[in-house]
């Protein structure tokens, strides 16, 4: 019985929340009644916004670090790639060459 009247309780709470956050001017505000405290529907748009420009925000820093380490540790051309690649175009690649345009490609991906 106890388990049911506490439900009963916990709806009845959030349907009060609730009908304050219907009812609650635009304006950004928050009141405390009967132990429970309450916010303008402006103030949580507010949150929303902030919370969803933060997390875009983080998530792309985060991602551009990933991929950034991710390019570090697996290019996505390799001296054998190079020597087939110049190879196909009828040059015959020497150690020196490949070695020169590998170094280019990574001082380039440093900048």
């Keep these: ?8 309780l916990e ?13 609650a001017e ?6 405390y009644e009967k132990g429970e405290i309450y916010m ?11 919370a969803l420009l933060a997390g875009a925000a983080g998530g792309f820093f985060l991602a551009r ?7 570090k540790k ?14 196909s175009m009828g040059q015959k690649p020497s ?3 490949i070695r020169q345009m590998m170094q280019q490609m990574k001082n380039q991906g440093d900048k």
Excluded: C
Aim: no cysteine; aromatic share 8%; hydrophobic share 55%.
């Design 11 to 23: 709806i009845i709470s959030l349907t009060k929340v609730l009908t304050a956050f219907l009812s």
């Design 40 to 50: 303008s529907t402006g103030l949580v748009v507010l949150i929303a916004i902030i």
């Design 65 to 71: 670090k990933y991929m950034q380490d991710y390019f």
């Design 95 to 97: 150690e020196k060459k």
């Design 74 to 87: 697996n290019p996505p051309v390799n001296e054998d790639m190079l020597r087939m690649m110049m190879m």
């Design 26 to 31: 635009a304006s950004v505000q928050l009141f």
């Design 1 to 8: 019985m106890e388990a049911s009247a506490s439900i009963k």
